[in-house]
């Protein structure tokens, strides 16, 4: 019987996080050949991931140069990925997310009238231009796919609503949970020298990350006054700051936080390194979307540098709290949690809403129903 030729396609380092899984998961199938292809949108933070997870792909454009703009990296991908599929001619392109590799390669499967799977479907912030371009990417690629893999009741609730078809939306949870289970143990020793340094059973350490491009300018700086206002209101906390590698953060990380010494300013992190860290931090300040769905699996408290969220189940469910850029409102929302017990117990015990570590599974089974495997 001759295998279904499944590829997946990704660039950045979230991607390849929530795509390692499923892509160890068709490799174990007997019924699938998988077929891996890369863009390197983020080559070295992509790489990190690939040698952590073991996976070799079969094809890497290599697309990334320094200073790259979101044209040149959608017309980079759009061709080169055109001509990986004339070559393979798979069966099905299992894409994630919302990133521009995520679009063009969506496009270019289209072009080639290439049956196309959206795994992280759904997702919406309802404001095209935040996250930009995430959320006009993610919205085309729904009108492109025909399989919609959504981590949420909710994110396929907001699929029916843009006509999408309901036998071809599958709820499987998030990737993610699957690969954190992966890498997270309770014996975990970090590598990172700073990061042994800490006592985290006794010292109250907050998680901070922010890249972002809308926030970038005014509104990180106002994130990095509050930094600077919560360590003089709190002589006992520390920040983890993995400063990420676009130049514009790091010069204002710089600037606004360089002589706060309980600011740790760290190279980014490789992804078990960053996720045994989330579970040993006491809370969580990130505009990521990723981490809004990690920590809650591990009862940690987050709060949202942004004024909107795509993932909204978390902020129902309680362990997120969207306090957008604004230097006084995030003072005060760290100030309730580190004051407030049974606030902080509230929020860290809220139940995760993003699934039990099976949406592997339960993407591949649809794959092979729709293709009578």
Same mark, same amino acid.
């Given at each position: 019987?001759?295998? @279904?030729?499944?590829?997946?396609?990704?660039?950045?380092?979230?991607?390849?996080?929530?795509?390692?899984?499923?892509?160890? !998961?068709?490799?174990?199938?007997? =019924?699938?050949?998988?077929?891996?292809?890369?863009?390197? /949108?983020?080559?070295?933070? *992509?790489?990190?991931?690939?040698?952590?997870?073991?996976?070799?792909?079969?094809?890497?454009?290599?697309?990334?140069?320094?200073? /790259?703009?979101? !044209?040149?990296?959608?017309?980079?991908?759009?061709?080169?990925?055109?001509?990986?599929?004339?070559?393979?001619?798979?069966?099905?392109?299992?894409?994630?997310?919302?990133? %521009?590799? %995520?679009?063009?390669?969506?496009?270019?499967?289209?072009?080639?009238?290439?049956?196309?799977?959206?795994?992280? $479907? !759904?997702?919406?912030?309802?404001?095209?231009?935040?996250?930009?371009?995430?959320?006009?990417?993610?919205?085309?690629?729904?009108? +492109?796919? =025909?399989?919609?893999?959504?981590?949420?009741?909710?994110?396929?609730?907001?699929?029916?609503?843009?006509?999408?078809?309901?036998?071809?939306?599958? +709820?499987?949870?998030?990737?993610?949970?699957?690969?954190?289970?992966?890498?997270?143990?309770?014996?975990?020793?970090?590598?990172?020298?700073?990061?042994?340094? +800490?006592?985290?059973?006794?010292?109250?350490?907050?998680?901070? %990350?922010?890249?972002?491009?809308?926030?970038?300018?005014?509104?990180?700086?106002?994130?990095?006054?509050?930094?600077?206002?919560?360590?003089?209101?709190?002589?006992?906390?520390?920040?983890?700051? #993995?400063?990420? @590698?676009? #130049?514009?953060?790091?010069?204002?990380?710089?600037?606004? *936080?360089?002589?706060?010494?309980?600011?740790?300013?760290?190279?980014? @992190?490789?992804?078990?390194?960053?996720?045994?860290?989330?579970?040993?931090?006491?809370?969580?300040?990130?505009?990521?979307?990723?981490?809004?769905?990690?920590?809650?699996?591990?009862?940690?408290?987050?709060?949202?540098?942004?004024?909107?969220?795509?993932?909204?189940? $978390?902020?129902?469910?309680?362990?997120?709290? +969207?306090?957008?850029? =604004?230097?006084?409102?995030?003072?005060?929302?760290?100030?309730?949690?580190?004051?407030?017990?049974?606030?902080?117990?509230?929020?860290?015990?809220?139940?995760?809403?993003?699934?039990?570590?099976? $949406?592997?599974?339960?993407?591949?089974? $649809?794959?092979?129903?729709?293709?009578?495997?």
């Amino acid at each position: 019987m001759n295998k @279904l030729k499944v590829m997946t396609v990704f660039g950045t380092r979230p991607e390849a996080i929530k795509m390692a899984p499923l892509v160890k !998961g068709i490799e174990r199938d007997k =019924d699938l050949e998988s077929i891996v292809c890369v863009t390197a /949108q983020h080559r070295e933070m *992509l790489d990190q991931v690939l040698d952590l997870f073991y996976i070799t792909p079969d094809y890497d454009l290599n697309i990334m140069k320094s200073g /790259q703009t979101i !044209g040149e990296i959608t017309s980079r991908v759009l061709l080169g990925f055109d001509e990986v599929l004339k070559e393979v001619k798979p069966d099905i392109v299992l894409v994630h997310g919302d990133t %521009t590799t %995520t679009f063009s390669a969506s496009l270019s499967a289209f072009y080639n009238q290439v049956k196309v799977g959206h795994v992280e $479907a !759904g997702l919406r912030s309802g404001n095209k231009y935040s996250p930009y371009p995430e959320e006009m990417n993610r919205s085309l690629v729904g009108k +492109i796919a =025909d399989l919609h893999f959504s981590p949420t009741i909710g994110n396929k609730e907001n699929l029916l609503k843009e006509g999408m078809l309901e036998d071809t939306i599958f +709820i499987t949870g998030n990737t993610v949970i699957d690969a954190l289970f992966e890498v997270v143990r309770e014996d975990y020793e970090f590598e990172t020298k700073k990061l042994q340094e +800490i006592d985290f059973a006794r010292e109250n350490v907050i998680l901070l %990350t922010t890249h972002r491009r809308e926030n970038l300018g005014r509104p990180m700086e106002d994130i990095f006054d509050a930094v600077n206002i919560i360590t003089n209101k709190y002589p006992d906390i520390q920040f983890v700051f #993995p400063v990420h @590698l676009n #130049p514009k953060v790091r010069q204002l990380a710089d600037s606004k *936080l360089g002589k706060n010494e309980a600011v740790h300013m760290i190279e980014p @992190l490789e992804y078990a390194e960053f996720a045994n860290l989330i579970g040993r931090v006491q809370i969580i300040m990130t505009d990521s979307g990723g981490v809004q769905e990690e920590a809650p699996a591990f009862g940690k408290p987050v709060l949202v540098l942004r004024t909107e969220t795509e993932r909204p189940e $978390a902020v129902d469910a309680g362990t997120v709290e +969207i306090v957008g850029v =604004d230097t006084n409102r995030i003072v005060e929302a760290v100030s309730r949690l580190m004051d407030d017990k049974n606030h902080y117990d509230k929020m860290a015990n809220a139940v995760n809403p993003y699934g039990d570590g099976k $949406a592997v599974i339960r993407t591949i089974e $649809a794959i092979k129903e729709y293709f009578g495997k």
